[in-house]
């Protein structure tokens, strides 16, 4: 079965900082999704990387899937309080013939003033 | 956007109660998912349904059961609650196919006493 390792399991940043969040596959990834949770709340799809090599970006957030398609690492530039959460990453899996979504334990994010 | 909308925020049961757990999407969307989640053991999956009437077992489908009436309607059962099953529940959906990013409910917060 694949696993998803995230790391680091938590983290707190000062406000303006960079940070990136690291999703590792212990098989080939053919399709990598991030997602961010707020506390108690459902998750919030952020992107979606299918080729090796490729980047996305949507505001100050940006995803990578690295060549060999096994590591994806989500990057935020000059953190924001509204940045805080839990970051997940999930991978395209087969189960029973159909396509499913395996995850990561996830990554805290805590960003102080 | 895409809306999916758990029917309860909280609930609270009995030991034993049979339990109804709704999700409903707007968007037409062929698969419909249910996934609890809990500290450290991340998001499983229950039960996974393709189309009307369809479903398949996920990770941890015990003790549960769903059912799938409409497109839109996705439903998952507690036949009879036990404390055990005390967590997060969130119901995703997507488009059919491969490479569709799956959209969250809120989720529904279960306590059974």
């Known amino acids: 079965s694949q696993e998803l390792e995230q790391s680091p399991q938590s983290l707190i940043v000062q406000e303006g900082k960079n940070l990136t969040i690291n999703c590792t596959s212990s098989k080939t990834l053919y399709g990598l999704y991030w997602y961010k949770q707020k506390y108690g709340e459902g998750l919030i799809f952020l992107m979606m990387l299918q080729k090796g090599g490729e980047e996305k970006s949507h505001e100050k957030i940006t995803a990578k899937l690295d060549e060999k398609k096994q590591q994806s690492s989500l990057h935020i530039t000059a953190s924001q309080p509204s940045h805080a959460g839990i970051y997940l990453c999930g991978a395209d899996i087969r189960h029973s013939g159909y396509s499913t979504l395996t995850f990561g334990k996830g990554t805290m994010l805590l960003v102080s003033p | ?113």
């Not at chain 2, 049979?18 to 968007?27: G, I, T």
């Not at chain 2, 009437?53 to 769903?66: A, H, L």
Request: proline residues 3%; charged residues 25%; hydrophobic residues 30%.
């Open chain 2, 1 to 113: 956007d895409v809306k999916v909308t758990q029917s309860s925020r909280y609930l609270v049961k009995r030991t034993g109660e049979k339990v109804f757990l709704e999700c409903v999407q707007d968007m037409d969307h062929e698969n419909m998912f249910w996934y609890r989640q809990d500290p450290g053991l991340g998001l499983r999956l229950i039960y996974f349904s393709y189309d009307v009437k369809m479903k398949e077992k996920g990770d941890i489908p015990e003790g549960y059961s769903v059912s799938r009436e409409k497109k839109e309607r996705f439903s998952l059962i507690l036949e009879s609650a036990s404390t055990n099953q005390t967590s997060m529940y969130l119901c995703a959906s997507s488009l059919g196919g491969i490479n569709q990013p799956q959209h969250f409910g809120d989720g529904t917060r279960l306590s059974i006493l």
